[in-house]
């Protein structure tokens, strides 16, 4: 048998476990670890400008590869930098492992040079966590880690080593285990079949049904058994933030995304509804809006895997716990076996009924925003014009604001894993590392990073790590001088008392910027620009592209959610109620 | 409601910070919290006792479960069960008929006196924890010294058991 030393064990399991790209930044407790990464070809390290971005990067490259990132940092500074990324990652159920040096054992608890308590300090947001204490146990542990998580709710795994444990004299057999078994750890995948079976039927024996679909879909590649269900029943189908492209955008049943800012149509089926078929949702206060007034008529069915996201915040009447492949497979076939079929009649009055609220209200139907003009570009028609260049074919990544909610809005995926965002905890900076990830899994992709002067600069050295690593994604960067969300919350809820939200004259030339960092920067201050200059963004298919696009300040995202009301009351626009 | 939930663990560390953690971070309380390992030592048996509604206690026990180290977990509520608790007291007794009275009151509770100063008596009492409570009201116009509470543990009634 091989003899490897902890650091040697640590890059080899690295590579037994698949793992092709790591993102990371060195440091003392970590330094035994990169010197047996110098030594070897398989494992690929790029090294990010700032620990958060590594995790978003790894991210990034989860969510659009759907397997599992990875990074890895140092003790101390380097875990908690590393702390956003992870609980990023967390809140959406991305899959990532989290490799963090630490003080040598002796030294821990001792208040030590860059020591932290990471175990402790990630507890609270990451999916499990290990604290490695022989080099003998680091392949087992991190083969482990890989397994947790990738399987069941997804989530990030924390692996934290201590120094003294990848000491490069001290080397031991190494041996990758062939499979990995935990008493405690076995998560369900196939749904109650008799459960299964009422959902079927209660689905069926509906008259204004709804398909709910959120992030789960996405993360459990179940987008093609879902667009099949819906279609076989001819149901409207409505995607979370975390959802969208896990149903074509562009198909006539897609009726937009829901919740806070989602669309007319969307929230009122909702709201309307007799039968919910919720899958991989977990009815998050982003869409619900008031718990008291959500959707009083309709028999709740919920598939989720992570059973904890069942009746958590909305009770189900039809709970399944399993993952949505396998639920949507069983329950395709139950269909298929059944006589039963919906109700036509009823389905047709519903079409019926969905199509005037679209056709009254929507955003698709018609325009519901003033026009652009001259010096007046309105962002949705950026997002418009970026989706027109790139032909609804590119990875968006965004980041967290007023234009990640346009993205949303007006880029219409039909994909999945096309739209990747933070929507969770809303991690403004995590748009340019992210689309790094996504960059270096599709070298050959579109890759566009919609984000806001704000965001940006929440990450804004990345740019560096782009040119080392030849990452040609292009920034579009809605720019309105302004926090533009916390601004439009400040005109709706605080007589427009901006508090911080404005820059006033401070913002840097974003194109003398991205020149400095040896990219290309294009600013856009007319609208009969737009289009031209969006072309020649995505011409520059080599070079990052930094797009500064002057937006009007006064624009605010609607529809939006009336607080304290229904899913269907919604701000239509500044002077509209629905 | 007061909710007695048993938790099979792995004997690992951090296992019972991160139990903790969970009750901490989901706005749960913790009335009182007992663990030790088991007769196989790779398992630790927890015991807590909190509050809440039948969704609040299902939700606690599935959030649980979702813990990695999590073996098994039930809410022994639900069922006809057993809850014991084991509290020692120290109380002032220096008076004749003082003494007299605590130790007919410990033999009320089925107690024993377990340590005797000249000045104190020390009480050790097993039992559910209202019984645990009343005796605490019956001597405390005495003067406590000192309580010391373990938690409570709990086991089902019948052929029910919980074990890997």
Redesign the interface.
């Known amino acids: 048998m091989e003899h490897l030393s902890g650091g040697e064990i640590v890059i080899r399991a690295l590579k037994d476990a698949g793992v092709k790209h790591v993102w990371g930044y060195p440091g003392g407790a970590a330094l035994h670890i990169y010197d047996a990464l110098y030594r070897q070809e398989d494992v690929e390290h790029l090294l990010v400008r700032h620990e958060q971005a590594a995790v978003h990067a790894a991210d990034g490259f989860s969510r659009s590869t759907g397997e599992v990132g990875t990074a890895l940092v140092t003790s101390g500074p380097g875990a908690t930098n590393a702390i956003t990324g992870i609980a990023t990652a967390y809140m959406d159920s991305i899959p990532l492992v989290v490799i963090s040096g630490q003080v040598p054992k002796i030294k821990i608890g001792q208040d030590a040079f860059q020591e932290t308590d990471m175990v402790g300090v990630s507890r609270p947001i990451v999916k499990h966590s290990f604290l490695v204490t022989r080099a003998e146990d680091i392949a087992e542990t991190i083969a482990k880690a890989y397994y947790i998580a990738s399987t069941g709710r997804p989530g990030p795994v924390v692996v934290d080593i201590p120094k003294d444990v990848t000491d490069p004299s001290y080397k031991v057999p190494y041996e990758w285990p062939s499979s990995i078994k935990m008493r405690s750890y076995q998560p369900t995948n196939k749904g109650h079949r008799g459960q299964v079976k009422r959902a079927v039927k209660t689905l069926l024996s509906a008259k204004k049904p709804i398909i709910y679909s959120g992030g789960g879909v996405i993360l459990d590649d179940a987008s093609e058994q879902l667009t099949e269900l819906a279609q076989r029943l001819n149901y409207p189908v409505t995607n979370t933030l975390m959802g969208l492209g896990a149903y074509p955008a562009t198909d006539r049943q897609f009726i937009g995304m829901l919740g806070m800012h989602g669309t007319f149509e969307a929230n009122t089926a909702m709201h309307e509804s007799d039968v919910i078929f919720a899958v991989g949702a977990r009815f998050d206060d982003r869409v619900t809006n008031d718990l008291d007034k959500f959707c009083p008529n309709a028999t709740i069915i919920h598939i989720d895997v992570d059973p904890t996201s069942i009746s958590k915040n909305i009770t189900a009447h039809i709970p399944v716990v399993g993952t949505c492949t396998s639920v949507l497979n069983e329950m395709l076939s139950i269909i298929d076996e059944l006589d039963t079929k919906p109700d036509a009649q009823a389905i047709k009055d519903w079409w019926t009924k969905i199509d005037q609220w679209r056709a009254d209200k929507g955003i698709y139907t018609a325009s519901r925003y003033e026009p652009s003009g001259g010096d007046i570009i309105k962002p949705q028609d950026v997002i418009k014009a970026l989706y027109k260049e790139t032909k609804g074919d590119a990875f968006i990544t965004s980041d967290v604001g007023q234009h990640q909610m346009f993205a949303a809005q007006y880029y219409l995926f039909d994909k999945p894993r096309r739209w990747i965002n933070s929507g969770g905890l809303g991690t403004m900076g995590f748009g340019l590392p992210a689309a790094m990830g996504v960059q270096l899994a599709y070298p050959e992709a579109q890759v566009a990073c919609v984000t806001g002067e704000g965001s940006i600069q929440m990450c804004i050295q990345e740019l560096s790590t782009c040119s080392q690593y030849n990452l040609p994604v292009k920034i579009i960067n809605l720019n309105n001088s302004a926090l533009g969300m916390v601004r439009q919350w400040q005109d709706m809820n605080y007589s427009s008392r901006y508090s911080q939200s404005l820059y006033e004259d401070s913002l840097p030339d974003f194109v003398a910027l991205a020149e400095a960092y040896g990219h290309v920067g294009i600013k856009v201050t007319r609208y009969e620009d737009l289009e031209e200059k969006m072309r020649e963004c995505f011409a520059h298919k080599d070079r990052v592209v930094f797009m500064d696009i002057c937006v009007d300040k006064s624009e605010h995202v609607y529809p939006m959610q009336i607080p304290g009301g229904s899913m269907g009351d919604l701000y239509l626009n500044k002077a509209e109620k629905s | 409601m007061k909710r007695i939930i048993s938790i099979l663990l792995?004997n690992e560390?951090?296992a019972l910070?991160?139990v903790v953690?969970l009750f901490a971070?989901r706005g749960y309380n913790i009335d009182t919290l007992t663990v030790a390992p088991t007769d196989d030592d790779t398992l630790s048996r927890l015991t807590l006792t909190t509050q809440g509604d039948d969704?609040m206690a299902?939700?606690i026990v599935?959030?649980l479960?979702?813990l990695?180290?999590?073996?098994k977990v039930v809410d022994l509520t639900v069922g006809s069960h057993i809850e014991r608790e084991l509290m020692l007291v120290k109380i002032k007794a220096s008076e004749p008929e003082v003494r007299a009275e605590l130790k007919s009151s410990v033999e009320i509770f089925r107690g024993h006196v377990v340590d005797v100063t000249a000045s104190t008596y020390t009480v050790q009492l097993t039992g559910d924890s209202d019984k645990l409570d009343a005796f605490i009201d019956a001597v405390r116009e005495i003067g406590i010294m000192e309580v010391v509470r373990s938690g409570v543990s709990g086991i089902s009634r019948g052929d029910k058991f919980l074990r890997?």
């Open positions: 792995e560390s951090g910070s991160r953690g971070q969704q299902e939700q599935k959030q479960h979702k990695i180290d999590t073996i890997v």
